[in-house]
């Protein structure tokens, strides 16, 4: 069945340091893929997603490419900031009737100043 | 700008007490789920509607029922909660027009412990 696996955490940063979160996914057919992030305390966001390869998503900063040769959405900053420190989940959704996301298992940023 | 309201935000049950997760958009959208939260596990989803009176389980609906009588609205009730059941509830929802792209709102969450 479909799945993701993203680099587990928590990842613990500098401010303006360069991120990289790792998303790979196995499905069949053509999924869409999403960045969803959750600050403490809240809901998830929405950051960014892709719907078909070598689509770029970008978001405050952010950035994934949907990489069908390599099955990844890897999530990419080149500076990030205390305000990042969150909570962040790769997703794939494949449609149809259903329109159910499949999540991993969430990677925890820290950024400290 | 309500999107997608969840109440309660917090909830203590003991265990064999029912209760109802309330979920509402004010989008139009036709779909609409439920999910938990536990940790190491990312978002599981438990059931989801794809219109008013359509109703389908997703991977983990044991212990939970809902309905869909109106477009706006999606309840969760526990039957008789267990301590398995404490989690944190997420209702979401996105239009349904066929493709895989569609952006699901999610609401801010119902944290539920169950003692």
């Known amino acids: 069945g479909n799945s993701v696996t993203q680099m587990e955490g928590p990842v613990t940063l500098s401010e303006e340091a360069f991120l990289t979160i790792n998303c790979t996914y196995t499905?069949?057919?053509?999924?869409?893929l999403f960045w969803y992030v959750q600050y403490p305390g809240e809901g998830l966001q929405l950051l960014l997603k892709a719907t078909k390869a070598d689509d770029k998503g970008s978001n405050k900063g952010f950035e994934a490419t949907y990489r069908k040769e390599t099955t990844s959405f890897h999530l990419e900053k080149g500076s990030v900031q205390v305000s990042d420190s969150a909570v962040y989940f790769c997703a794939l959704s494949d449609g149809g009737a259903t329109n159910k996301l499949i999540f991993g298992t969430g990677t925890l940023l820290a950024v400290q100043p | 700008n309500a999107g997608v309201t969840q109440t309660p935000k917090f909830q203590v049950l003991k265990t064999g007490q029912s209760m109802t997760l309330q979920c509402a958009q004010d989008m139009n959208h036709e779909y609409m789920s439920w999910y938990r939260q536990d940790p190491g596990m990312g978002l599981r989803l438990i059931h989801y509607?794809?219109?008013?009176?359509?109703?389908d389980q997703g991977e983990v609906p044991n212990g939970y029922n809902v309905s869909r009588s109106t477009t706006e609205d999606f309840p969760l009730r526990l039957l008789s909660a267990a301590p398995s059941q404490t989690s944190v509830y997420f209702c979401?929802?996105?239009?349904?027009?066929?493709?895989?792209?569609?952006?699901?709102?999610f609401g801010e969450g119902s944290w539920l412990t169950v003692v």
């Open positions: 499905a069949t057919g053509y999924p869409s």
């Open positions: 509607s794809v219109g008013a009176g359509i109703t």
């Open positions: 979401a929802s996105s239009e349904l027009d066929g493709g895989a792209g569609n952006t699901i709102y």
